[in-house]
């Protein structure tokens, strides 16, 4: 008969041991939707694969239809960003998406918090106003955002082919601010009576308690204006008539004309231009499915 301490000793050994996750298990069922997916994931792919490798050829392989370049020319990518001055239009790029991703945080953060956690007058209809204008296009304003930008109704003066014209109309944002309210209203209560127990008002308990837990909801909140500002095209080509201040789209699409059949440097340029997002997106992918996954669930 084994020794009651030798039991007791490979109890607590097999207990100390984390459990090994189990591998999934294939079912012949789900083959028809991994199929799917995958056929879904390539058809998504292919227009980039396809970008990525004209951008690579030769002017005479785009034109024949090359499935891929007999030798890789790495110059288009140099030639296509001295070409079309792109050194100007991604520094143009750089300050209005930092300028307005820094302004979206900052209030978007505070409406954010006061919806989910002041409570105030008609906070409730605020709010449903403030859904409400999520279903309005926004090609529809762009009328009257012009008039306002150039000072046809406040007469501020003409913001036309300014850094404030292309970013201050963008500094919050409605499905912004709902975000950051789902998120803060799951924050729990308890943390709020001990702030206000040791003297901390709403302000203080914002930016020691919320803002520290909500990194996943900025972060998602970052990404999704970096893509919106950086992929801008309308709204700049509006209130822009010269070069100064035109983002990369704009310059983008300045150079299709400019260049004309020269595919492999359009590609090379398409490139460049979607570059910065790729990236972007895949060192925040994690807290951006996070931000999502947990917004929303308590309102």
């Known amino acids: 008969m084994a020794d009651p301490q030798m039991r007791s000793r490979r109890g607590v050994a097999a207990a100390g041991r ?44 785009t034109l024949t239809r090359a499935p891929w370049p007999a030798q890789a020319q790495w110059v288009n990518y140099a030639r296509a960003w001295s070409d079309a001055d792109f050194d100007l239009y991604f520094r143009n790029s750089v300050i209005i998406t930092g300028t307005t991703i820094v302004g979206m945080l900052v209030t978007c953060t505070l409406a954010g918090y006061a919806f989910a956690r002041i ?11 403030l859904l409400t204008t999520l279903m309005i296009p926004g090609t529809v304003t762009f009328i009257p955002g012009f008039l306002l930008v150039r000072g046809d109704i406040i007469p501020w003066g003409s913001w036309l082919n300014t850094l404030p014209a292309l970013t201050v109309p963008f500094l919050s944002t409605a499905f912004i601010i709902f975000l950051f309210r789902q998120f803060f209203a799951q924050i729990p ?8 127990m040791d003297g901390a008002g709403h302000l203080r308990f914002l930016t020691t308690v919320v803002v520290p837990m909500s990194r996943p909801v900025l972060i998602t909140g970052t990404l999704l204006t970096f893509v919106a500002s950086w992929n801008e095209f309308l709204w700049p080509l509006l209130v822009t008539t010269n070069p100064t201040w035109r983002p990369l789209a704009v310059g983008l699409a300045n150079f299709i004309d400019d260049a004309g059949p020269q595919t492999h440097l359009l590609m090379a340029g398409s490139v460049i231009t979607i570059v910065p997002v790729l990236v972007l997106y895949f060192f925040t992918q994690r807290q951006f499915t996070e931000g999502i996954a947990t917004s929303g669930l308590k309102g």
């Open 119 to 129: 409570r105030f007058p008609g906070r409730d209809v605020l709010f449903a106003i």
């Open 18 to 61: 984390a459990p090994q996750a189990e591998a999934p298990e294939f079912r012949w069922t789900q083959l028809p939707i991994y199929l799917a997916l995958t056929i879904g994931a390539l058809v998504s792919m292919t227009p980039f694969l396809v970008m990525i490798s004209q951008s690579l050829m030769t002017l005479g392989e």
């Open 189 to 196: 209560t308890e943390l709020w009576d001990a702030a206000r």
